[in-house]
């Protein structure tokens, strides 16, 4: 039926790639969001390629439940939208999101069971998809990426959905389709990310998210099998945020050298395990480890010390002219403070 | 969150003159992906952007930013402050804190950048510029740095402005032109359940959808010359930096610091000849000066009016001209410039030395 047209309708996305700066924006927003207010919407941008869409920027956008109506502001919008452009012109109004699952103000918190806290999809995100898909620099078909940030469980689920209904056939009925949404990152985005992750690797699993689901509602929500000293002792460090400094150039070596020995470390325990029959043998393990062998080139004992020498030499060189020319530098400007100009 | 936020912009607003110097930088993980985002996507030309932030007893804590336009044809103030409004609206407020630029190979003493800074900094004592190298990602490693100019430079120049002349004041360094200020990365709590959540592998859950993915990635990536990974895999890059050739950063390094000398040098010469000339106008001078003084002791004997003793038709009187004559502050940069890129050298030389120690080490372990 609907489901004929939808495989034939090449404006939908395929697949959803969201930038992760797109997902802490969003969820940026939440945090800030007005007091009361149990949910915050956005517009989202990006780029629409063969394969995917990229969601790279978005837009918060304020807005106001009232009753059944929902307030928003069009004009202010529309500048948001028209000083993105003029940042870059690439990116397009390709869809909304939601974010939402803070309990209102004096209701009971969600309860726990389940997949998700909540639904990511509700009557409002009908509503809000009609206008969005209304708007008149809105891409053809609009991609709602909704998140739940209740906290509920061990994790911040999201999703992306297109609107597949055929107003005509349908009678209006929207008809929503999950789009699988992937978080794709550059080589940049990695490594600022890397740092990033490196300063929470203290706070663990289950524990840091009920102390964190704490933290942010004042509430134990979803502490499920967590002694309350264990999430306190993430808490108060949690509350605060953590701090790190930016990796420095040797400490990053040292760190690289160390995870190495320790994946090597893994996989030797892997084999021996299995040569000793103490585990199962994984086909799909062993070729692993076979193509990380092969790609170690078997290069005579001569030749790697050669290359190595020349590195070094270079290095050796390049650091001599650079301490001549620090030191002619100093020199040059000690004579001229010292002998001003005329 | 969004209350105690909105009370600490009030606090800091009514205590502005009272706000304590800048002694580090927290940059929230949300600004430093935005900073990232914006400069690798403006690739290879430049990218500018404010930041948005408190000063909070001498931490500059900058929870947002947002970009500048690319081409900026005058109105860039106006830019701002529509920007600045439309974020207030949503929640995003701060004061500017400072600008962020997209700096490849730490070219940071140009006229521009120090210009705008001044300006910046004039304007609000406290900002900073944080200047990020989206080049060096390449080695896995996160090239990012505050810095503000120092006070001395600061006085300098504003008694310089207003004198007309930079000749005023102590002798200023090039060294002792930037400072730079530590930049510390803040992650908020949630934000850090965030990212725990999306590079945390997904592969076990979904085992049979793993492939099929995965080759709808590799068809996206073939596709896409942006190179986006996905991330479920993890954030993990501290295999990358153990990179063993650097020849290309060397190579360019070496270039920069070359051509920085070779303008130095270009600059000592013309110094050295305006020097010269200058010399033997004074000496001009002095004889004409002499030569009047004795004429003059004769028109006194003979009671007449002494003559001046400065002539404005003779050649040496007359100003050099300013092309003839170096800028202090071109001379300046271009020292503190060669001394940045020195430094920079050393560091990839020290971080290169140590891998490939390693790597010998290594291979006659084995």
């Known amino acids: 039926m609907a489901t004929d047209c939808i495989v034939f309708d090449d404006s939908a996305p395929a697949a959803v790639h969201a930038h992760p700066v797109v997902l802490f924006s969003i969820l940026d927003h939440f945090l800030r969001r007005p007091a009361g207010a149990s949910r915050v919407i956005g517009l989202l941008l990006g780029r629409s390629t063969s394969a995917a869409l990229h969601v790279t920027n978005c837009i918060p956008v304020m807005h106001c439940v009232r009753g059944t109506g929902i307030d928003l502001d069009p004009d202010s919008m529309g500048k948001m939208v028209e000083l993105m452009r003029e940042v870059d012109s690439s990116e397009a109004l390709v869809g909304w999101y939601s974010v939402g699952g803070a309990p209102a103000a004096g209701a009971e918190p969600a309860p726990a069971a389940g997949a998700g806290g909540q639904p990511l999809l509700n009557d409002v995100a009908f509503a809000l998809h009609e206008y969005f898909s209304g708007m008149a620099t809105m891409s053809d078909c609009p991609v709602h990426l909704a998140m739940d940030a209740s906290m509920a469980t061990d994790s911040l689920p999201f999703a992306a959905f297109v609107n597949l209904s055929d107003s005509l056939a349908n009678g209006g009925l929207a008809l929503f389709e999950q789009v699988p949404v992937t978080v794709v990152s550059s080589e940049a985005e990695r490594v600022a990310l890397d740092a990033l992750a490196a300063s929470g690797k203290t706070s663990k699993g289950s524990a840091a998210f009920a102390a964190l689901s704490e933290a942010a509602y004042g509430q134990r929500s979803g502490l499920r099998g967590v002694t309350a000293e264990e999430a306190g002792s993430v808490s108060s460090g949690a509350s605060r945020g953590t701090v790190t400094g930016v990796p420095r150039d040797l400490e990053s070596v040292v760190r690289g050298v160390t995870r190495l020995a320790t994946l090597l470390e893994a996989a030797q325990t892997f084999v021996d395990d299995v040569s000793a029959g103490k585990r199962a043998a994984d086909p799909a393990v062993g070729a692993s480890i076979a193509e990380a062998l092969s790609a170690v080139p078997r290069l005579p004992a001569e030749t790697v010390a050669k290359a190595v020498r020349g590195g070094v030499s270079d290095l050796v060189m390049t650091s001599f002219l650079t301490s001549l020319t620090a030191a002619q530098l100093a020199l040059s400007e000690r004579i001229a403070s010292a002998v001003p100009l005329a | ?366």
């Open chain 2, 1 to 366: 969150m969004w209350s105690s936020s909105s009370g600490h912009a009030m606090a800091s607003a009514d205590l502005s003159i009272l706000e304590p110097a800048v002694d580090s930088v927290q940059l929230e993980s949300l600004a430093l992906l935005k900073v990232i985002k914006h400069c690798r996507e403006a690739m290879p030309s430049m990218a500018t952007g404010c930041l948005l932030g408190l000063n909070v007893g001498g931490v500059l804590e900058v929870a947002n930013c947002f970009a500048f336009k690319r081409d900026d044809d005058g109105d860039s103030s106006s830019f701002q402050n529509t920007m600045m409004t439309c974020l207030k609206a949503v929640g995003i407020d701060g004061n500017m804190a400072g600008w962020y630029q997209s700096t490849p190979f730490a070219t940071v003493c140009t006229k521009d950048l120090v210009a705008t800074q001044y300006d910046f900094q004039r304007e609000i004592p406290g900002s900073v510029v944080v200047i990020y190298d989206p080049t060096a990602a390449g080695t896995g490693s996160l090239a990012l740095k505050a810095l503000k100019l120092s006070d001395a430079f600061m006085k300098r120049f504003s008694t310089a402005a207003a004198a007309g002349s930079d000749a005023a004041g102590a002798p200023l360094l090039a060294s002792g032109v930037f400072v730079e200020v530590p930049v510390r990365l803040h992650q908020n709590p949630v934000m850090g359940a965030l990212l725990a959540d999306i590079s945390a592998p997904r592969a076990a859950s979904a085992a049979g959808a793993g492939a099929s993915a995965a080759a709808d990635d590799a068809a996206d990536r073939a596709a896409d010359a942006d190179a986006a990974r996905p991330l479920a895999g993890g954030v993990d890059c501290d295999l990358d930096r153990l990179e063993l050739n650097a020849q290309a950063y060397l190579d360019k390094h070496l270039r920069l610091l070359s051509e920085q000398v070779e303008e130095m040098a270009e600059l000592t010469v013309s110094a050295q000849v305006w020097e010269r000339k200058e010399a033997i106008l004074a000496r001009q001078r002095s004889e004409f000066e002499a030569k009047r003084r004795v004429e003059n002791v004769k028109r006194q004997e003979k009671r007449q009016a002494p003559l001046p003793m400065v002539d404005p038709s003779l050649e040496c009187f007359a100003p050099l001209p300013t092309i003839a004559r170096v800028e202090k502050l071109d001379a300046l940069l271009s020292a503190a410039q060669a001394g940045v890129y020195c430094k920079e050298m050393g560091h990839l030389a020290a971080r290169n030395f140590g891998k490939l120690f390693l790597a010998s080490a290594l291979q006659a372990a084995e």
